[in-house]
């Protein structure tokens, strides 16, 4: 889907919901917000799931801040 169909969706979505009565509106925020929270929590186990692979092949790196902006500065990203 191009950034333009996604944008104009949106703006209907949008426009959709400005039609509403406030306490539509209300209640679709309280409905989305609690689809959004379930969502994320779906996703944890996943994510979890992941990063106990990664720690098992070995791919996690402990260290401080310090170590870490070391690590920027020695590589060779262009953050620029």
Known sequence: MSKTTQTSQ???ALEAVEVLSLED????????QNRLRQERGNELPKEVAEVRQ????GN???GSVADFMVDLDESDWNLL
């Open 10 to 12: 949106f703006q209907q």
């Open 25 to 32: 509106r209300a209640m679709l925020l309280d409905i989305l």
């Open 54 to 57: 990664e720690y098992a092949e």
């Open 60 to 62: 996690v790196k402990f």
